[in-house]
């Protein structure tokens, strides 16, 4: 490492493990000689303690580059030490498209070059091939990229028409296909019905949950055909060979494995349920774990992660996020919501775009975290500073409108009654504001 080869740029990268590195494009290696400096504890290290470490770099490399997720402000180094991706897996992409002296000294470059990050994602999903695990209509079903099914639950109450525009409502949001979910009572005519308009208003697949002559009566209506036990759907082989079936697996044993792969012989197209249970009781950790179990025989492994959200009182948006993530993780390539409380409102956008968030860190190898996307409906990652500025912490959160400081405690049993002597416009923008600042001690709040 030291002296400038040539009219090449010197670059040192500073890393916990050089191995995680991809090789440079060729292009990049015609302006840049790349040097690496592996520092186990990096991590654990105090802004002065990293200075000390690699103090006698400074002058024999052009730029240094600091992993983007250190947490340290290298200003005072004249832009000689720069943060770069959160992840070591795509800075070279990055500096295909900027120069090293683009970077900063303050934040990583994810918070910074988000669209350029985007279409270097775009890329890498372009040259990705894989071959699709199944094909419903025009609908592929792979493994890195979930789809959203979305159930609508059918009383026989609402007209047929409004069901469709349900239906269209989460095509809107995200989903990716539409399953019926129906109680052995349902009138057959009015779920003919509902059929007949979905299909000719909707592309995409409809699929049909519910008791066995159900689903035989309409298997020639829908494309998906949901759910059959183990014993259920031997029974039923002679007319499912053309159909796509959901499995429902409760329990892995060597028994149950084999009966799959005879199913596979037997050339069904086949989604796996493993059945996602509540957390804690039953758990949902079992579900996940029975998903991995099954996630390396060949077929799709759908995930209701609704069971899941529904029986939880705590927002949606936390839960369907960390759902999906997890869900993901354990191998699945299809995940199955509802909106059948009030709480669940949206959950369908949640989870298209937890989805999303994943597809980019599965890429990026990084956390979901500074993705192009987030899931932040309530609480903010930096304190507001512009035409309003909100700073603090939980004891006093200080507030400055109109070059007027106003400060309020999130312990306070109202706070933003303290506030009433402002306009009404600035009073509603204000509320909402600090209740999202103050969360989740607003919770508690008696206004």
Request: proline content about 4%; charged content about 25%.
């Amino acid at each position: 490492m030291g002296a400038k080869l040539n009219n090449k740029r010197n670059i040192l990268l500073i890393t916990t493990n050089i191995k995680v590195f991809p090789e440079p494009d060729i292009s990049l290696k015609d302006n840049y000689s790349f040097h690496y400096l592996e520092i186990k504890d990096l991590y654990y290290m105090g802004k002065e303690q990293i200075i000390n470490r690699i103090l006698n770099y400074i002058n024999k490399f052009d730029i240094i580059i600091l992993p983007g997720n250190i947490i340290w402000d290298f200003s005072d180094f004249n832009g000689k030490l720069v943060k770069g991706t959160m992840s070591p897996y795509y800075l070279f992409d990055l500096l295909k498209h900027i120069k090293p002296e683009e970077l900063s000294p303050k934040v990583s470059a994810d918070k910074i070059y988000g669209k350029i990050i985007k279409l270097i994602i775009e890329e890498k999903l372009k040259n990705r091939v894989e071959n699709p695990l199944l094909k419903i209509k025009n609908l592929e079903i792979y493994n890195y990229h979930p789809m959203v099914f979305a159930e609508v639950f059918l009383y026989g109450k609402d007209g047929a028409d409004n069901i469709v525009n349900i239906a269209k409502n989460y095509i809107e949001d995200g989903a990716d296909a539409i399953i019926l979910g129906v109680m052995s009572s349902i009138s057959y005519d009015y779920l003919k019905k509902v059929i007949y308009l979905l299909s000719k208003t909707i592309p995409n697949p409809i699929g049909l949950d519910g008791n066995i002559e159900i689903l035989k009566k309409f298997k020639d209506d829908v494309d998906i055909l949901m759910s059959f036990s183990m014993k259920s759907i031997y029974e039923n082989l002679d007319w499912l060979y053309d159909k796509v079936s959901v499995l429902l697996i409760n329990e892995i044993n060597g028994k149950i494995k084999n009966n799959i792969e005879k199913l596979k012989k037997e050339k069904l197209k086949i989604i796996l349920d493993p059945i996602a249970y509540p957390a804690l009781s039953p758990g949902f950790l079992d579900s996940l774990i029975r998903a991995r179990a099954l996630s390396n025989l060949g077929y799709p492994i759908m995930i209701g992660i609704n069971n899941v959200t529904e029986l939880i009182d705590a927002d949606t948006t936390g839960i369907n996020a960390l759902s999906t993530f997890l869900s993901i993780e354990a191998g699945a390539s299809i995940i199955l919501t509802g909106e059948v409380s009030v709480k669940n409102r949206g959950s369908v956008f949640e989870i298209k775009r937890a989805i999303e968030m994943a597809k980019e860190s599965i890429i990026l190898k990084k956390p979901p975290k500074d993705t192009s996307i987030n899931l932040l409906a309530l609480k903010e990652k930096d304190w507001l500073n512009n035409n309003i500025k909100i700073y603090g912490n939980r004891d006093t959160i200080n507030i400055i409108i109109d070059e007027k400081s106003i400060q309020i405690s999130c312990k306070e049993d109202c706070p933003i009654s303290s506030l009433q002597h402002l306009e009404k416009k600035d009073l509603i923008k204000l509320s909402i504001l600090i209740y999202r600042y103050c969360s989740p001690w607003s919770m508690k709040w008696n206004c």
